[in-house]
């Protein structure tokens, strides 16, 4: 494949949303110690996660249209702003019921990392550069997920829980500068306005959008569910430290980033990697839930399955958003926007179900994983032999 153009705004834009990133996960190694110093049960705090993810994709759904008629700057450092208040609030925040306003307060800033993740590399790419830009972008977002648990055990170790909110106000920052400095607007010009969210009616009466937005939120919510039933069962239940945590929390990690770099790198067709992608998610579900069956729960079978759920994901993120971003290039805002909103809003949803669910054991996050594999496969079934009709034509 030829070498990407634009290297160095696609890795301030990795900047932009690993802040986001990092805010989902840093304190995911300390949820036994949050709860603990919050007076809480450790299911509570699954809460502040999946309050997060609901702002998060409910602002993408205005950062979007917005991003189309005000240029894309002005946009992000609104966002950036609204984050580093949230920040603030989580780091002071005396009580859960706080701590989870200032997550949302927090997850309604980010929310436009989430916008330009899909929107930016629409604004400078077409076709196979498109897919390979999405591989690329992917791949560097799911460093800091990696490096974020450290992180935050480490810091909690030392100084306590908050001082993963006092880092996220520092990173934050650091890069606001940074794109201040260097990122320029990449609108496409000559766009012409339309009423704010006009643009959502025809791309959610597109079928093929609509699908694909379904298996992302699909996805996302299986990723979701692992990450904040992780600290609970791994700490809460088989008793483990932070550190032993946080080590373990990103063991599935590198699968989804190997998942992300073949997705952009094989030669096999858009339709045959989808299938790879949807099966795998699928399998994984099931591996999850087997052991929750017999009343069996350790290391091995809670990494294992989650490993294999995150490959298929890791695939799917950057395929599913370019066949859903790609026939739209001047509604590249709103098409981000609903794909990283209702993704989110979704996924948030179902994490904040499963804190709703017995922790006992990984029964609950069995059966919720399984599920989302199942959704997308009831929605990427219907359009497998058009998307292979389309590659064989092409």
């Known amino acids: 494949m030829k070498k990407l153009e634009n290297l160095p705004l696609m890795a301030m834009l990795i900047l932009l949303v690993a802040v986001g990133q990092m805010a989902q996960t840093i304190y995911v190694p300390t949820i036994a110690d949050m709860a603990q110093s919050l007076n809480v049960p450790a299911g509570a705090v699954q809460r502040v996660m999946a309050a997060y993810l609901v702002t998060y994709g409910f602002s993408q759904l205005i950062y979007g249209p917005l991003s189309d008629r005000l240029g894309r700057r002005p946009v992000i450092f609104a966002g950036m702003l609204i984050f580093l208040l949230g920040a603030a609030g989580a780091m002071l925040a005396p009580s859960l019921n706080l701590l989870i306003a200032a997550a ?61 909110f006092a880092f996220l106000l520092l990173l934050c920052s650091g890069v606001a500068i940074c794109i201040w400095r260097g990122m320029p607007e990449t609108r496409p010009a000559g766009q012409a306005p339309r009423a704010l969210f006009s643009a959502f009616r025809p791309l959610l009466a597109d079928g093929s959008f609509s699908r694909y937005l379904v298996m992302l939120v699909g996805a996302l919510a299986g990723i979701a569910v692992f990450e904040a039933s992780c600290g609970v069962l791994m700490g809460g239940v088989l008793g483990l430290s932070s550190l032993a945590v946080s080590l373990l929390f990103i063991l599935p990690l590198p699968a989804a980033f190997f ?22 998610c699928l399998a994984a579900g099931a591996l999850m839930w087997l052991p929750g069956w017999f009343g069996v729960m350790n290391v091995w079978t809670l990494i294992v399955p989650a490993a294999l759920f995150f490959f298929g994901a890791g695939m799917l993120f950057p395929l599913a958003t370019t066949g859903a971003m790609e026939p739209f290039p001047y509604l590249a805002g709103a098409a981000g926007a609903l794909l990283g909103g209702v993704q989110n809003m979704g996924s948030g949803l179902v994490a904040w179900l499963s804190a709703l669910l017995p922790q ?22 219907p359009m497998a032999d058009r998307a292979q009709e389309a590659g064989d034509a092409a």
């Open 360 to 381: 006992g054991g990984q029964f609950s996050l069995g059966l919720l994983m399984f599920a989302m594999g199942v959704l997308m496969l009831l929605c990427w079934w």
């Open 104 to 164: 949302a307060v927090q997850g309604m800033g980010t929310g436009v990392a989430g916008v330009m993740a899909r929107t930016m590399p629409r604004d400078l790419y077409a076709g196979s550069a498109l897919r390979q830009a999405n591989s690329l972008l992917n791949m560097g977002i799911l460093v800091s997920p990696l490096l974020a648990p450290l992180i935050g055990g480490a810091l909690a170790g030392a100084f306590g829980w908050r001082a993963c």
């Open 259 to 280: 998942g992300a770099w073949f997705a952009g790198k094989s030669d096999a067709p858009f339709h045959q990697l989808m299938w790879y992608a949807v099966l795998s």
